[in-house]
Structures are given as C-alpha cells and as structure tokens.
C-alpha cells in the first residue's frame, strides 16, 4: 500500500512563506515524477511543480515561477514545495502526488497515479 502525507499548510498574510512537506511510504515503484497540484475553492486541479526523483529536474507552472521551489530528500522520501510571496490567489488545497509512467503530460493532474489527502493553505490580504 502506497501513503503520500503532506504537511504544513496553514493561514498567511499576503506577502508571507509556507513550506510544504509529502513523504512517501510504502511501494512507490521509481516514481517518474514527484508534484505539487493544488485545487482552489470551484476550480479545477492545476499542477503547480514537479520534480525528478534525482532532483535534476524542475518544472513550475507560470502562476508560481520564481515565488515557489520545489525539492526532493531521498534520504527521507521527502519532497518539498517552498512558496514564498503568497498571494490570495494561492489559496486551495494543496495535493503531493507521483506519476510513476511517462503517458501524458506531466501539467495534466489525472496523469499522475498517488496522491495525499491534501494541506489546505489559505492567504489573507
């Protein structure tokens, strides 16, 4: 059985940091890539950031560039999203998830295979 856990959302003040955790237990066979997708209230999934499992490899949607990074510590099955100048646009619920074959694109959320059970982070202005 496979378990992505997240952690550390919460509420900020516009302009504030979060730094969100998922570490992965059980039988995650080489995933291929490892992500961040996030819901706000009414809307679709929009994947956020990716990364390889060798952390070699990032990918950000246009909307967080350059505010959020992404990470990866093998050495605890852990990947990170660091979101920094939040905006009231960033609220949702934020999801880890693993996509562990190479079929369709990496920014389409229903190609990836596990997920959390998802952190909500709220922005206040």
């Known amino acids: 059985q496979v378990q992505l856990v997240e952690s550390g959302g919460g509420s900020v003040q516009t302009g504030g940091s979060l730094r969100l955790s998922c570490t992965a237990a059980?039988?995650?066979?080489?995933?291929?890539?490892l992500a961040w997708i996030r819901q706000p209230p009414g809307s679709q999934r929009e994947v956020v950031a990716v990364i390889t499992p060798s952390g070699g490899s990032t990918f950000y949607g246009d909307s967080v560039k350059f505010r959020f990074t992404i990470s990866i510590d093998n050495s605890k099955n852990t990947h990170y999203l660091q979101m920094n100048s939040l905006k009231p646009e960033d609220t949702a619920m934020y999801y880890c998830?693993?996509?562990?074959?190479?079929?369709?694109?990496?920014?389409?959320?229903?190609?990836?295979?596990?997920w959390g059970q998802g952190t909500q982070v709220t922005v206040s202005s």
């Open positions: 059980g039988d995650i066979r080489s995933p291929r890539y």
């Open positions: 998830a693993a996509k562990v074959n190479y079929v369709g694109s990496l920014y389409d959320p229903t190609t990836y295979n596990y």
